[in-house]
């Protein structure tokens, strides 16, 4: 229990040395990791049924050779990349929106060095400080939390398009 107050505190003690621009950025970052890790769980569980019922209804078919048949396997496939595809340009846009919250909260700690040497002619460098380290403490978080979400982005991106693909292709056109 003592071990859990110790890391609360830490964090706390964090966030207030970047400021509330953290508390966005850590928003952010608990939503894009939450959809990641829905994305995960449907490929590794979801997808199969998806798409084993479109392949039963592919087969069902007496005859696939005609421009109905063309269209309803456009049609299947299309449901079932919608459903690959689903939440990844979300992902996409919160990944780009994590660097420019950092660049928000650098904005915003500048302000307020700014702020301390207008109100003190310069002089003063501890409150200086703090808001250098509101200005650097979001940026690094921003961009980390960015990285971390283009290497599970560019993850998910290539295995939605290798099961599109290999969707498509088990659908043959033989009868």
């Not at 990844?88 to 060095?113: F, H, Q, R, W, Y």
């Not at 961009?143 to 290999?166: H, K, W």
Request: glycine letters at 8%.
């Amino acid at each position: 229990m003592l071990a859990l107050m110790e890391a609360i505190a830490a964090i706390k003690a964090f966030l207030d040395q970047g400021g509330t621009v953290l508390l966005w950025i850590a928003a952010l970052t608990f939503v894009m990791w939450t959809l990641i890790f829905e994305r995960v769980w449907y490929f590794k569980g979801g997808l199969k049924g998806d798409v084993q019922e479109a392949l039963d209804a592919w087969e069902a078919r007496s005859e696939r050779k005609s421009w109905n048949a063309h269209q309803i396997r456009y049609a299947l496939i299309s449901r079932v990349e919608q459903k690959v595809n689903t939440n990844m340009d979300m992902i996409a846009t919160m990944v780009s929106l994590c660097p420019l919250l950092g660049l928000l909260g650098t904005v915003t700690g500048m302000i307020e060095v700014f702020n301390v040497l207008a109100m003190t002619g310069g002089g003063d460098a501890k409150q200086m400080a703090g808001g250098v380290s509101k200005a650097t403490i979001p940026t690094m978080a921003g961009m980390v939390a960015a990285l971390s979400g283009v290497f599970a982005n560019t993850y998910l991106t290539r295995t939605a398009e290798r099961e599109n693909q290999l969707f498509a292709d088990h659908l043959t056109m033989d009868h």
